[in-house]
């Protein structure tokens, strides 16, 4: 079956039924140990991950770990530009569940990205991010405590997908030219409109299948959370990309509303259902009028789409979410993405789940890692219906590499999320304790000992923090 590899001669196989993974007491996990800082990170991690399996189950589970190799690792073991050798796919494949470090972006041509690959490859479609703080984490914000959200990123559309023509080729020309002279003409509501002749080009697919199924999981995520935070926001830029962002929305909304109906109620419809239960003698048209300020001066076609609106809610669900029954419900909503990365900075407490695509859940994951400690401390996984990978969230760092310095929090915070997938809720809880009673007795790597108040000096190493964190298992 491999070429090069061997997977370990103890553990067994995790399975996967119905997108759920079921898990053995001796599961065997392939790990991916990630170029430049990876050398320092992976092993500090790896240490935390077990130490916290052995405190919490002793020995009746335990991981057996198996090496794989993607990236600069894989090329020096099969060969130039052999960045993602078939061994390393047919382990993830085989075993379900694997773990990585950082890895660099290939030179040479061939694939553009080593994460946008393995998420592709394995249809790794969601990309979740958990973003909350640690006391004592130095932050520039003066409440980061408030930001407790898990952004969910759809992984395998959007302009990542990478199709994509260079100014100047043929085929760029080709296509300007068939939808300045073909298309655009033909299509009234982009009247004069043209591309400009020197443009590169790119498409942006986003699919009601790839939207939904993102949605889809970040409702049954909202379903496990506590009751004040089952809530799930559309993040989008519908109102200029009506057709991709403002689709995403939509369908996004129509699968909460089917597919959910019994446990999900959306924004306006709480809005209608909330002046009803307030002023029970409310008209139908009052009650379109208050959710709707600007309605007196719609066009009569909005104005009689409001008011169906109205009392299509109150006549489909008024029995099973009226007479507040609605306030126990999942609460959908949306936002528009500029929006979005104000708010979450200045009215972090009102948010949950944000659900969005590629583009705009890159930007916006990252945007909260920083207002909670930065990258170093932001976790991340990608997650299909048959696999999921876990990893640091950073970058390589090579000029960092092998000096012990770097802080192992997003990789070490991934294995918590690893640990949580696979049910192993008890060590996952070890390990968040630990990182927390680290943190508050500020014994921190360089990047957090340099902004704390007054400065920790001289700060842990790499695998000095790992040790911390064990020893801070039973705070």
């Not at 033909?186 to 409109?193: N, S």
Request: glycine share 8%; proline share 6%.
């Amino acid at each position: 079956m491999y070429e090069k590899i061997a997977p370990p001669t103890t553990g067994s196989r995790i399975t996967f039924v119905d997108g759920k993974p079921i898990v053995p007491d001796d599961p065997i996990i392939p790990f991916i140990r990630g170029d430049g800082i990876g050398v320092d990170i992976w092993p500090a991690a790896q240490k935390v991950i077990d130490a916290a399996v052995k405190a919490a189950y002793d020995d009746e589970r335990k991981i057996n770990w198996f090496k794989i190799y993607v990236g600069d690792e894989a090329c020096e073991k099969y060969g130039t530009y052999q960045y993602l050798p078939e061994d390393s796919l047919t382990a993830i494949r085989e075993y379900g569940i694997a773990i990585k470090g950082p890895l660099t972006t290939p030179i040479g041509g061939g694939v553009r990205s080593l994460n946008v690959a393995l998420r592709q490859i394995f249809d790794l479609y969601a990309c979740v991010r958990p973003c909350r703080y640690y006391t004592g984490t130095p932050s520039p914000h003066l409440h980061p405590e408030k930001l407790d959200v898990i952004i969910y990123r759809e992984n395998t559309e959007d302009i990542y997908l990478g199709i994509e023509w260079q100014q100047g080729s043929e085929i760029a020309d080709k296509l300007i030219h068939y939808l300045n002279t073909e298309l655009i003409p033909a299509t009234p509501e982009h009247g004069k409109k043209r591309i400009r002749l020197d443009s590169g080009i790119g498409i942006k697919p986003i699919s009601k299948t790839g939207s939904q199924r993102l949605v889809r999981r970040a409702i049954e995520h909202a379903l496990r959370l506590p009751k004040h935070k089952q809530m799930v926001t559309l993040v989008h830029k519908g109102n200029i990309m009506k057709y991709t962002e403002g689709a995403f929305r939509d369908w996004g909304y129509e699968l909460a509303t089917t597919e959910f109906r019994e446990v999900c109620v959306t924004e306006r419809e709480s809005w209608i259902l909330s002046n009803k239960e307030k002023n029970p003698d409310l008209s139908i048209e009052e009650n379109a009028r208050a959710i709707d300020p600007g309605f007196d001066a719609m066009t009569t076609e909005k104005r009689a789409e409001i008011i169906e609106e109205v009392k299509t809610v109150l006549d489909s669900i008024w029995d099973t979410h009226g007479n507040r029954q609605w306030k126990d419900k999942v609460m959908v909503n949306d936002r528009i993405a500029d929006s979005i990365f104000q708010q979450i900075q200045t009215r972090p407490d009102e948010y949950s789940i944000l659900a969005t695509m590629n583009l705009n859940g890159d930007y916006l994951s990252d945007a909260a890692a920083a207002i909670v400690g930065g990258l170093g401390m932001g976790p991340g996984a990608n997650i299909g219906d048959n696999c999921a990978i876990f990893e640091a969230t950073h970058g390589t760092a090579p000029k960092h590499a092998g000096l012990d310095r770097i802080n192992p929090g997003s990789l070490i915070l991934s294995g918590v999320m690893m640990l949580e997938y696979m049910g192993w809720q008890e060590a996952a809880d070890l390990i968040k304790k630990g990182i927390g009673g680290a943190i508050a007795n500020r014994q921190v790597t360089y990047d957090l000992a340099r902004l704390m108040i007054p400065a920790v000096d001289p700060p842990l190493k790499c695998s000095e923090f790992a040790q911390a964190i064990i020893d801070h298992f039973n705070d």
